[in-house]
């Protein structure tokens, strides 16, 4: 079993900074990739940025240079730090991370979401 806990989502004006973190534990034997999606009311979930075990990254057209994604491999965290942030920006943010368990087992798994809220 692998599980994912987000924090650092709230409330922030337009312009403000917010960093959110994810932490995955359970039965890990590696993590490829670890992102991070959002969805907004009324709205599908989307890619916002994602990084490989090797450092790779890649972002959503709409966060770039703007946010920037990164991991800490020995704790199995990632972080997302937001800046410039917009109203548009408002919604559920949730990690995301695939690999294998220790039983050779591939997995993908969700976290249970952060909110994220910018007011103008």
């Known amino acids: 079993q692998v599980q994912l806990v987000e924090s650092g989502g709230g409330l922030v004006q337009a312009g403000g900074s917010l960093r959110l973190s994810c932490v995955a534990s359970?039965?890990?034997?590696?993590?490829?990739?670890m992102g991070w999606y959002r969805q907004a009311p009324g709205k599908q979930r989307e890619l916002v940025a994602a990084?490989?075990?090797?450092?790779?990254?890649n972002y959503a057209d709409t966060v770039k240079g703007r946010y920037t994604i990164s991991r800490d491999n020995a704790k199995n965290t990632v972080y997302l730090q937001m800046n410039s942030l917009k109203p548009e920006d408002t919604a559920a943010y949730y990690c995301?991370?695939?690999?294998?368990?220790?039983?050779?087992?591939?997995?993908?798994?969700w976290g249970q979401g952060t909110l994220v809220t910018v007011t103008e």
């Open positions: 995301n991370a695939d690999g294998l368990t220790i039983w050779g087992i591939p997995f993908k798994y």
């Open positions: 359970g039965s890990i034997a590696s993590i490829n990739t």
């Open positions: 990084i490989t075990s090797d450092g790779s990254r």
